[in-house]
């Protein structure tokens, strides 16, 4: 064998293992993306099902864990505030994302947009009344059974600071600081800025309807 012949042979040696090479990726891509698009459509469905089926559900705790399935799960605050505003379309005047939920216990973040502001530059009070209710209202019904109602009564607003920007509320809610002879449950929510200083704090009296009765 010559050496011209040599490097022929070498050169659609080199040839063929770059063919196979590219026949090879193309095949992996194809198959990467079939897979992603699999999971995107599984997710999809799987959203539109779970959407569909918690729709009308008055237990707010139960849609949040059934929410709480891989990769639906990293969606699961706009899913849930989407459901939200379903059940009570007076949320969807603001933005809010509840960030963490158990029984007792909710926190919900709120955006400063300026369809909340008031003329003085700051989240108008009824704003931060609508986050604080509905948080109050999530952590209350989070203890309750499944055909129990809560009515807001009374609401108490104490503000400390004007309020701006990414917001904080929290409350935190014990079952047996309700008075089981009236029925009568509060809450309290406490609302925090950026910076962690209190903004406001909100008194919620509940007139809770047990579903035995």
Known sequence: MT???LGQALAEHFQATLHLSHVALALEWTILTRFIVGVMVATLL???????TLRDS??????WEKLNKPVIKLFRPKIFAFLL???NPYVGSIDIRISTFSKGFCTGIMRDRHKNRNPFNSIHAT????LAETVGELALLSTLAAKDRAILTSLKMEFSKKAR??????SDFAPPTMNEESNE???VVVIKDRVLDTVAVAHLVWNVKRGDQ
Do not use: E
């Open 3 to 5: 050496t011209s012949d």
């Open 46 to 52: 799987s959203i539109v099902y779970l959407v569909w």
């Open 58 to 63: 008055q237990q707010p705790l139960h849609v």
């Open 85 to 87: 505003r379903g059940v």
């Open 127 to 130: 704003a931060l009344a609508t």
């Open 165 to 170: 920007g990414l917001l904080t509320a929290s």
């Open 185 to 187: 449950a509060n809450t």
